[in-house]
């Protein structure tokens, strides 16, 4: 698995499983009608912030990640990231490596934190992917994520320094 | 005072304490370079947000708010609000009567809650005022905020349902 730089040829690949990940309205706090142009121009990020691709050594998208400035002005210390895995290829270690990435990243360029703001309580997989990799929960916005099975659950804000 | 929706027109009276308390860095994350006509399309919202002016009886303008949807797709039942107050107009009451009245709006626009993302721990008179009116921390990202002569506070994460 490579970890490179996405680009707009990138995102007939990313846009399946994008657009089942946001339409299915359980994982992302993202318009679940989103359109491609706009998912594109939402996901693809320019610098400072970045947006990048797993891919597998035949060069299929097997994830990809956002990573971002997450507040701005005296809060510009802390980053955020997203991290989006098609479900074909779940288990193999994309999440992961993805959200390591991430990390590294955030590191180098001098963010001294990073934060998820809302993830879904009942997004498990993540929630232990994320306290893997030292993520702490600071706290829960109750019932904050109306989740199309499981009703109203909580969005946990996560951090770890950096 | 009078509470009423913001314009266009109210924008030169705005910005010079907009400017002021943005400028000074010490309690939002916005840059704080921001610049007149950013800071308008910034501060200025529509539809479905909200922008409003507090005005005393002679139409000065003593403070604003502003109220937004805080999360989307399947969080969009999250309302946020941010309020400045003209320092040459403090401890009237504006704050609290902004307050208080986003949340009415909130609560009348159907939003289930109230999450503001980002308090400055050092501003201990908003912690105060939004825990009297019925806000909790929910957690605090530590050294969150940079804060120009403190060094780095925490941000708090305050909730409160509707």
């Known amino acids: 698995m490579l970890i490179r730089e996405a680009t707009t040829e990138d995102w007939p690949a990313i846009w399946p499983f994008f ?14 009608e989103l359109g491609e142009t706009e998912g594109r121009d939402w996901w693809l990020q320019v610098a400072p912030n970045r947006s990048v691709v797993a891919v597998g050594d035949d060069g299929t998208v097997l994830g990809t990640a956002k990573m971002n ?42 963010f001294r934190a990073m934060q998820f703001n809302a993830v879904v309580e009942t ?30 659950v909580g969005l946990h804000i996560m951090h770890r320094r950096l």
Chains 1, 2 share one sequence.
């Open 19 to 32: 657009h089942r990940i946001v339409a299915a309205g359980e994982t992302f706090t993202y318009p679940t």
């Open 69 to 110: 400035v997450n507040h701005l002005g005296n809060g510009a210390h802390i980053a955020g990231a997203s991290y989006m895995v098609d479900p074909a290829y779940a288990g193999r270690g994309v999440g992961r490596a993805l959200c390591t990435y991430s990390i590294d990243w955030a590191r180098a360029a001098g």
């Open 123 to 152: 997004n498990t997989y993540a929630v232990k992917l994320y306290r893997s990799l030292g993520f702490d929960i600071l706290g829960t916005l109750p019932e904050g994520f109306r989740h199309p099975a499981e009703g109203y």
